[in-house]
């Protein structure tokens, strides 16, 4: 059968999108390479190309068909609607300077950004403004004196921040610690937005909803993947609640069978944790973010240890 051609969407970090024309029988790993050429780079590895199917994340996995996690309508090409994938940040370094690339950098930048204009930690309200300074250094350079708005609240601050304070305060107190950054460059700015943003605990983690029961959507429980282990909370009358933070080395196993997932470590109630996943493709993706994210943790520890231990700065 001929490879056929189809036409997707591809939406970057900093809200572009990219058309392209892929083939039914194209993998993952075709369309990355698409990717490289039109961004002009060879360094997406912290990326993953996501599809959002039954409100949850679900990252292509380089191997398998890119129709795998399509609608039948675009593999028959009978889709109406335009079929659209997102280029988001999938994995976390603990030190932003093992990102060499510059436009990678700037891509990550744009997509940590857009987690922090999403975030939740209200007991760190602080910080926020300090990030929106870094944000207007690496976006507008050095802060002019203006006799009218230079920018618009809703594009460096979460919606509650601006609906709590309002535009005239944050638009009288924010340039001040704008001006406070001249004559930094842009790329250094970009960095250390990076590195403050991780402090932000909504920020630097893919989260995956679970349930406790096989047959019931019911007992929801928040996986959170990050760059150090998993964080595990439950929502429960429409709050959610922390249990526990299960870092690397507490991890003694994690394995699924269709989709039932099942967590053994310590800190947990009777060492496992037992959940179950939409579907069985949810539950490998799942599995396989973690695994990667581990990966990720042992692979660059080593340097992330030296570039602390030499204390350098983001240049």
């Known amino acids: 059968m001929k490879n056929q051609s189809r036409v997707l969407s591809v939406i970057l970090p900093n809200n572009k999108e990219l058309s392209m024309t892929v083939g039914v029988k ?15 780079t060879s360094d997406l590895t912290l990326f993953g190309l996501s599809v959002e199917k039954d409100s949850q994340p679900l990252f292509l996995d380089l191997e398998q068909k890119l129709s795998l996690y399509l609608p039948k309508s675009w593999r028959k090409n009978t889709s109406k609607e335009k079929v659209i994938l997102s280029l988001k940040v999938q994995y976390f370094v603990e030190n932003v300077q093992l990102i ?13 950004k857009g987690r922090v204009l999403r975030s939740k930690c209200f007991e760190q309200e602080g910080l926020y403004f300090q990030l929106a300074a870094y944000a207007l250094q690496a976006d507008l350079g050095d802060c002019e004196e203006h006799n009218f708005a230079y920018f618009s609240p809703q594009g460096f601050f979460p919606f509650w921040i601006v609906q709590k304070h309002g535009n005239d305060y944050i638009l009288k107190h924010t340039p001040a610690l704008h001006r406070e950054l001249k004559g930094m460059s842009s790329s250094e700015a970009a960095l250390l937005f990076i590195q403050e943003a991780f402090i932000l605990s909504d920020v630097p983690l893919t989260i995956y909803r679970l349930s406790k029961k096989k047959k019931k959507p019911q007992g929801c429980v928040l996986v959170g993947v990050t760059s150090t282990g998993l964080q595990i909370s439950e929502v429960l009358n429409g709050e959610q609640q922390s249990v526990c933070n ?6 003694h196993s994690i ?8 967590i053994r470590a310590e800190g947990l109630h009777e060492k496992k944790l037992v959940l179950y996943s939409l579907s069985v493709l949810h ?33």
């Open 26 to 40: 194209d993998r993952g790993q075709d369309v990355f390479k698409q990717l490289f050429k039109l961004l002009g």
């Open 100 to 112: 060499l690339n510059s436009d990678t950098r700037q891509l990550y930048y744009a997509g940590l």
């Open 246 to 251: 299960l870092p690397w080395p507490s991890i």
């Open 255 to 262: 394995t699924f069978q269709g989709r039932k997932f099942d």
């Open 283 to 315: 539950a490998k993706n799942l599995l396989q973010h973690i695994s990667n994210s581990h990966r990720l943790h042992l692979s660059t520890k080593p340097l992330v240890m030296l570039k602390e231990k030499n204390g350098q700065s983001p240049k």
